[in-house]
């Protein structure tokens, strides 16, 4: 039986955005800088499409300074595309609502780190797609901006009255499970009379993820923040028994560091907040709270 959801067919319900989204292709910043690169020499096509309709997917033409949509007109888009973004037309839907709720944000939200949906893959060659992502990404994310507009953002903070930062950053050592002693940076804001709460930055980056949130006027009424670099990231040295081209983080290796980060600060049973990696490790926290010394998490993306 044929599935009738209006989001079978992504181009009937695109097309009309074309002329739109392909003049935002020609002169958006950030997609000219990506398609600006030396290291792109050759043109890819790639397209998306739902799940159930091969034969309808939208086509994005990359070349060296150029980028463009159409449609397959019919054909396969296998025809056609290196790699096609597949998702059930429930999905796309979700996508492309004007503020999408999670997983819907992003093709790799929906794609999933550790528990893939049922129907959403990339068909093709998948190295490719990890080549061009960034390039992927901005074409999805002005395609949702040609169907609905900008997505709207909260208005910035004001400016705070001070042009001292609330933000403070210190290195502690600190001996960890696993990976041995080592020299952590951390940084703090708010008062230590308020009650304590941890962030923990994603794979790969560092604390000032959320310096946005350690300067906000309403957290600083209510908390004192603690963020650490993980040791090798950011401003954190690796530790002194690392063997270059062998760093690997484990449960017992990441627990183990945020309760010796606990410690060391004098803590008080704080809240433990973290994202993707970090919110991965804080459904660990819950089962351990009483060892590490916490008194909840707050995992997201986990």
Partial sequence: MADHHPWTNLPSQLDHTFGKLNGSLQVDAQLRAFCGTPSLLDSVVFGW???????AAVLCTVQPGSVTVSTTGGR???????FVLSAPPHAWEQFYEPLPKSPYQSFWAMLGQNIRQDGVEVVGDENLF??????????????HEALNGPVQEDPPLPEPPLEEDPIVGRY???????????KIFYEQSGDAGRPDIVFLHTAGSDSRQYHGVMSDPR????????????????????????IPGRYSNGEDAYVGCIAAVVRALGLARPIVCGTSMGGHVCLALATRADEVGVSGVIPCQA
């Avoid at 499409?49 to 091969?54: G, T």
């Avoid at 396969?76 to 290196?82: N, P, V």
């Fill in 219 to 242: 957290m600083l009424a209510k908390c004192r923040m603690t963020a650490f670099d993980l040791p090798g990231h950011g401003r954190s040295s690796p530790s002194e028994s690392h």
């Fill in 49 to 55: 499409r739902s799940a159930v309709s091969d034969a």
């Fill in 76 to 82: 396969s888009s296998r025809q056609d595309a290196a």
């Fill in 172 to 182: 502690v050592h600190v001996s960890v499970p696993v990976w041995g002693r080592t």
């Fill in 130 to 143: 990890v080549s061009y992502a960034a390039i992927v990404r901005r074409v999805l994310e002005l395609s």
